[in-house]
């Protein structure tokens, strides 16, 4: 369980985080994080857990019942219902998040510089290689050329990976 994800730190990640995080869990340590939860607040035993994914039954099914009920324990119903949906718009239907960062910059620029400025990135050097690799697209497409320059005339969203985004906009003047 420590290999993958630090359970003792998971009071301190963003709601939204603690759902994604959750889903991204191997199948085998779902007992594990299960084992976190009170008993009162467990979607189903360890043992009804096991019957579950022996019969058949899809291990993504299990995750959002128990990414649920760990949210919920930590921010409500309602908060566990919004990251679900959240995280179901933007990983099954591929939509951008609604709330995004936001970068305000003066004329084109070079996607690198964009990517650095707004942290993305943590270097231009790293920058490029997220591009030369196919990890940055901006409004759906995929960028290919270091050198690509983004104007913001009308507003773009950069998506790094699949789960960083930000909303570039052109500063007025």
């Given at each position: 369980m420590?290999?993958y994800y630090?359970?003792?730190?998971f009071p301190?990640?963003a709601e939204?985080?603690k759902?994604?995080?959750?889903?991204?869990?191997?199948?085998?340590s779902m007992?594990?994080?299960?084992?976190?939860?009170p008993?009162s607040a467990?979607?189903?035993?360890?043992?009804?857990?096991q019957?579950?994914?022996e019969s058949?039954?899809?291990?993504r099914d299990?995750?959002v019942?128990l990414?649920?009920?760990?949210?919920a324990?930590y921010?409500g119903?309602?908060?566990a219902?919004?990251?679900a949906?959240?995280f179901r718009?933007?990983f099954t239907?591929?939509q951008?998040?609604e709330?995004?960062?936001?970068?305000?910059i003066e004329?084109?620029?070079?996607?690198?510089d964009v990517l650095?400025l707004?942290q993305?990135?943590?270097?231009?050097?790293e920058a490029?290689?997220l591009?030369?690799?196919?990890?940055?697209?901006i409004?759906?497409?995929v960028?290919?050329?270091?050198?690509?320059?983004?104007?913001?005339?009308?507003p773009?969203v950069i998506?790094v990976g699949?789960?960083?985004?930000?909303?570039v906009?052109q500063?007025?003047?």
């Amino acid at each position: 369980m420590q290999k993958y994800y630090n359970i003792q730190r998971f009071p301190f990640v963003a709601e939204y985080d603690k759902y994604g995080k959750l889903m991204s869990i191997p199948d085998a340590s779902m007992v594990d994080y299960l084992n976190f939860l009170p008993f009162s607040a467990q979607p189903f035993t360890a043992s009804q857990l096991q019957n579950r994914l022996e019969s058949g039954e899809n291990p993504r099914d299990l995750k959002v019942q128990l990414a649920r009920s760990l949210v919920a324990l930590y921010h409500g119903e309602e908060v566990a219902n919004q990251a679900a949906e959240r995280f179901r718009l933007q990983f099954t239907e591929q939509q951008v998040p609604e709330e995004i960062e936001e970068l305000e910059i003066e004329g084109p620029l070079l996607v690198v510089d964009v990517l650095t400025l707004s942290q993305m990135a943590p270097s231009k050097t790293e920058a490029r290689r997220l591009i030369e690799q196919g990890g940055v697209r901006i409004d759906g497409q995929v960028v290919g050329d270091i050198k690509a320059i983004i104007d913001a005339i009308n507003p773009k969203v950069i998506q790094v990976g699949k789960r960083k985004f930000l909303r570039v906009i052109q500063k007025h003047a």
